[in-house]
């Protein structure tokens, strides 16, 4: 897998889309590239704290929407 490939599979492995063999894949790259591993640090604290907020209150659109221009970009796998 390339580094595109990983950060989408990253996204996928915190919504805990991913079979043994991605997860797999993923840690074997995360391992060799310190970029990638970084992002997923990123992505991890992240998405924790969206989610702790989301829980308690729906985000206002204009957040939501200025919060997921500043992610690393993405691809809409399963319409965000
Ligand atoms: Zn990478």
Redesign the pocket.
Known sequence: MD?DQ?LQTIYLSFDGEMDGNGLDSLEA?LAT?S??ARRRQFAGRFLLMFRKRAARMEAPPELRRRILQALPHRQQVHGA
């Open positions: 580094c990983i790259h590239c970029p990638c």
